[in-house]
């Protein structure tokens, strides 16, 4: 990028700032929260190529979780060994999802209430330009255009700032709940394949039944007394 160039947007990020007041400092603190968030949300539900993976590429990880991707192959080796049963496999997918997806639904909810946050400081940054630019009106005097101009710049400042921060955390936030909804799906659809994988081995049974011993039947006489 041009030198000149640089110099004259970085002036201009320094003029918005000087600018908007107070709340530019919160928008700023709140900006880096939510941007952090969203990127950690973003990076602990990305997973290439499981919504494109059919069931003959899931049975082969299955079979072989070498070939799977890594952190896939963690979860394939957690949900099989050690297993002793279909009900051990139907447990550790639950406990999979109990750890996983309530973890990511707080991410998610907190990222929301930040995108909301935004727009709300912005318009706290309004409310305060508007009230010094009356202040200015009330009580007049010959700097009464300057005070004005700056209560003006300071609430539209405030309002594009808390737009233009609130808008990619809203984008993060649809994005993190789509790849949430994915993530479920593909957990469900790898039971099902794990499931019919191993149904062989453990003769079909979801869970062991234990065979109560017959009672013994007293022998009736048939002998007359």
């Known amino acids: 990028m041009n030198p000149a160039l640089e110099r004259t947007v970085l002036e201009q990020l320094l003029h918005t700032w000087s600018t908007g007041g107070w709340v530019m400092i919160a928008l700023a603190i709140l900006g880096f929260l939510m941007y952090a968030t969203a990127a950690n949300l973003l990076a602990s539900l990305y997973y290439r190529g499981l919504k494109d993976a059919t069931d003959t590429v899931l049975k082969g990880w299955i079979t072989s979780p070498e070939s799977a991707p890594r952190r896939i192959r963690e979860l394939i080796r957690y949900t099989q060994d050690g297993v002793q049963s279909l009900r051990h496999i139907e447990g550790r997918f639950r406990e999979v ?71 990619p955390g809203w984008m993060a936030a649809f994005l993190a709940k789509r790849w949430r909804t994915e993530y479920v799906a593909f957990l469900a659809r790898l039971e099902s394949v794990t499931l019919r994988h191993f149904r062989a081995h453990f003769h079909g049974m979801t869970r062991v039944v234990a065979r109560r011993p017959k009672a013994a039947v007293p022998a009736v006489s048939t002998e007359p007394n």
């Open 97 to 167: 999802e109990a750890y996983k997806v309530p973890q990511v639904d707080r991410k998610i909810t907190s990222l929301g209430v930040m995108v909301v946050a935004a727009p709300l400081f912005g318009l706290l940054g309004t409310v305060l330009g508007m009230l010094l630019t009356f202040k200015a009106i009330g009580v007049g005097g010959s700097s009464v255009s300057e005070i004005v101009a700056k209560g003006i710049s300071e609430a539209l400042v405030a309002t594009q700032t808390g737009l233009t921060v609130a808008l």
